[in-house]
């Protein structure tokens, strides 16, 4: 595994569903969103302006209810190895102290060409960039 990049984030009134906890849609925005700011943070302004990702696979065990007024933790990393074009990022939502994650999700993003949109094998300096 690659090192682990951290936000935090609060929980906001438009996060909560009518059972008074974080929609389940919000932890796939913070995932989409931790996983740009960790990409933008590592990319060059090559890569960044000659690929994008796209999610292909989003997988979300949910282990405690977070609520409005929690500020939150959130973790991610991608793993060591990409698989041709696509590349599994791990990210862990943590209510702020709390030892053990709210919810874990597990995501395959594939690589793109930004002009062409064509599928693009992760190329070795990008590996390099986000291995620690």
């Known amino acids: 595994m690659s090192a682990t990049f951290t936000q935090r984030f609060p929980v906001d009134a ?12 919000v932890y796939l925005r913070y995932a989409q969103d931790i996983a740009t700011a960790h990409w933008r943070s590592r990319a060059t302004p090559e890569m960044t302006a000659g690929f994008v990702w796209v999610v292909v696979r989003h997988e979300v065990d949910y282990r405690a209810a977070l609520e409005l007024g929690d500020e939150l933790e959130v973790r991610t990393r991608v793993d060591s190895v990409a698989q041709g074009a696509t590349w599994t990022r791990f990210v862990d939502v ?7 994650p709210a919810a874990q999700i597990k995501s395959t993003w594939c690589l793109l060409d930004a002009a062409t949109r064509r599928i693009r094998r992760v190329p070795p300096e990008i590996i390099a960039r986000f291995a620690d």
Do not use: C, S, T
């Open 14 to 25: 438009a996060d909560i569903d009518e059972l008074g906890h974080v929609n389940n849609i």
């Open 94 to 100: 943590y209510k702020l102290g709390a030892e053990k």
